[in-house]
Structure formats: C-alpha cells, structure tokens
C-alpha cells in the first residue's frame, strides 16, 4: 500500500476506519503455536441445563494476567479489501494496546484502551484522539465497555453480567445458548446508562471442551448491529485450548468483514505499553 493511499486512509475517514477496525479486533481472539499434543474425551452430546452449560464454559474459558501476540488482519468494506500487520498487548482489566504496521515494519497508528478511556495516534497524518468509550459507541450504535472488549477479543464470556436468563438447547452438534435480556450486575454499573442495557446474546458452544465456536451479539436498541464471531483452529497453550484464528462480521447497512490471524504470542509474561504524544501532533475530533 502506497503512501498516498496512507494518507487517504487516515483523515477524518481514515481515523474511523482504524477506530473501528481496532474495534473489532478487540472483539477477536488470540494466538497461534504448534500442533495441540491433547486428547480430548469424546462423549454424546445430550441436554444439558443451561446453568451446567454457564459454569462448564467459565471454567474452560482463559486464563491470564498478560498476553501479547502479533497478528494479521484481512479487513473488507465495501468491498474494498485492506490488508494490515501489527501486534497487541493486554494486561488483563487494566489496559489494551494495539499497534498497526506497513508490510516494511514502518508503525502507522497506535491504540490504548483502558477501562475509562479511548486514545489514537495517527502517525500517517500526524494528529491524535483521546476521549472516551463515546466514540466507539457512536460507531457501533452500541453500548460497549472495557469488559465486553477484553472478553470479545479472548473469546470468554462478559464478566460481572448475570447469567439467569440463559435457556439452552442443541443445535445441529453444538449446545446453544440464547438470551433475550442480559443485564450487568447492579453492583458493577457504573452510571445510569448501563441500569437499561439489555444484551441480546446467542453462544454456541463445543460439546467436548466447551469453548466458544461463535458468538452472536446485539443490544436491544431499534438501530443496533449485530455482531458474529466464530471461533476456530483452536491450538494448546500452557494446558489452554485458544483458538488462533477469528472471522468476524458486522451486519449493518454495508457489512464489515475482518479475518485474523495470530502468531509469536507469550502468556503472563510482563510487557510495556508506550504511548507518548508528540508535542507537533495536532488533536482530533
């Protein structure tokens, strides 16, 4: 990718377009490694409640304190198809750092999401963004927080939201789990936004290890998206079952499509998260 065509992607126009896509990988899952060594144990599927169902998958999802990985991305909108490389690093419920790169290394834009706050550099256009989770709402005509982010992009389950309204049932070979109104636990909300938000949430899950193959998602507002991801080539890291690919799709107007791909990962090890402004960068809106 040349360039100018840099610089077009990283106006005003460009700078919601990196916003979403980093967006989206927040909303993706890690990693990849040698062939997984683990036998699993193969049993019949049958019904099952959906509070077995709820507390097997919690205590399959993963566990971590840190993760970093490097990654590839396949990004269409439009049917406009972009191709990017970069890396990520997460401290788990503290900070979420993204970098993207050109093919030649060169760092073209930057993210640090914390749980309070969205900030951007655009090293292309020389201008950055700091605010809040607003930006992304407006995006995605959702509400999201840190939480929803950090879980979409491991592929575990929300943290501090209940889990009573769950029904279970199976479809096809995978138990599913469906809601029509998931809500945050009262005394994890934050303001009086989150007291109305209502998830509508469907998860499909594998019989044998009971992770997450897809997940369907939508807030229960008259013009939310919806979002699907799927989950798959799942590898064995440190005794964990992580999948290392994810295709994700935003159904909107013009539907987004992101494939990515994850490889040179490391788990609980310490890591930085640089994120300086240049005195010359202007501020975008």
Known sequence: MNR???????????FRFLTSLAVLLLMLVAFNSCKSNRRLIKTPIKEQGAGYLIEQLHLNETQFQTITSRFTVNYVYKRTQHDFKGQFRIVKDSAIWISFNQDM???IARFLITPDSVKFLDRVSKSYFAGDYAFVNDFLSANVDYGILQSLLL??????????????????????????GRSKLKKYVRDSDDNTRLLFQTIWLDPETFKIEEIKLKEITKDSKKL??????????????IPSRVDYVIEAEVPIKVTVRHSKFSLNEPVTMPFAIPDKYDRSN
């Open 4 to 14: 100018n065509l840099h610089a077009d992607l990283f106006n005003l126009h460009g």
């Open 155 to 180: 592929g575990n389950d929300f943290e501090y939201y209940e889990n009573a309204s769950f029904k279970a049932s199976i479809d096809g070979k995978k138990y599913r789990l469906t809601t029509a």
């Open 105 to 107: 290394g060169i760092e």
């Open 228 to 241: 699907t991801a799927k989950y798959s080539s799942f590898i064995e890291l440190e005794g964990q079952l």
